[in-house]
């Protein structure tokens, strides 16, 4: 378990839908990484937040946005849904830790699969 | 920007066999990673790596940044180690994102 939490785990819903994943961060980390991996595309970063600031974007579509609440945990909104988007979407987090892990490794969650129909 | 190539793109094991899985990237680099991840999707932690090399129980690693490529070297293989292995990379300050290879697809038989 790394300590990253992220719901839900599973997501099936039609083109044109708006939908919203959450991810929680491990206690202590202070950046949030969305990651989108697809088979054709493979894992692709999509944006950072930093303490609730955007700190650094990916290939993430228009369409797709995202925010880190003050609590830190973080959501990914995905609108105007099309079957491409249909991937496994996965959040990340690093920051600085107790007892001599590095500043920038990064640890993920588990995943929300999305599928559109 | 950064190109990171692994290889083999696959690999067939029978359990009990070593192998290495290559990680290339195309210039320096802040951080690398070494992911397994299982067939239910999760991405496990193996190695934090920019420099050096580590060893955790069968798997070690070893990373010659000046020469730009990395090396997961897998032994006494079981069954539970299949899944697609990847290698990523972090090329800026340190916290940014990472950039991932295409993967090694592993399939050990008992």
């Known amino acids: 378990d790394s300590g990253v939490t992220q719901t839900p785990k599973h997501l099936i819903t039609a083109t044109g839908q708006r939908v919203t994943l959450r991810c929680s961060p491990r206690?202590?980390?202070?950046?949030v990484y969305w990651y989108q991996q697809s088979l054709d595309q493979g894992l692709q970063f999509l944006i950072q937040?930093?303490?609730?600031?955007?700190?650094a974007k990916g290939n993430i579509l228009e369409r797709f946005s995202a925010q880190q609440f003050p609590d830190l945990h973080s959501e990914l909104n995905l609108s105007s849904l099309e079957l491409g988007d249909s991937a496994l979407y996965f959040c990340?987090?690093?920051?600085?830790?107790?007892?001599?892990?590095?500043?920038?490794?990064?640890?993920f969650g588990p995943g929300t699969r999305l599928t559109v129909l | 920007g950064i190109q990171v190539e692994q290889s083999p793109p696959d690999l067939i094991l029978q359990e009990g066999a070593n192998s290495t899985l290559r990680c290339n990237f195309s210039?320096?680099?802040?951080?690398l990673q070494w992911f397994h991840q299982n067939p239910w999707g999760q991405l496990i932690n193996l190695f934090y790596?920019?420099?050096g090399t580590k060893q955790n129980g069968r798997l070690s690693a070893t990373t010659v940044a000046t020469e730009r490529y990395s090396l997961l070297y897998i032994s006494s293989s079981q069954t539970t180690d299949s899944g697609v292995y990847f290698c990523?990379?972090?090329?800026?300050?340190?916290?940014?994102?990472?950039?991932f290879g295409k993967g090694t697809t592993l399939s050990v038989s008992s």
């Open positions: 990340a987090s690093s920051g600085p830790l107790k007892g001599g892990a590095p500043y920038n490794e990064q640890f």
């Open positions: 937040y930093y303490n609730g600031e955007e700190r």
């Open positions: 210039d320096s680099v802040n951080n």
């Open positions: 990523a990379v972090e090329r800026d300050q340190a916290g940014t994102a990472l950039i």
């Open positions: 790596i920019p420099s």
């Open positions: 206690s202590g980390d202070l950046s």
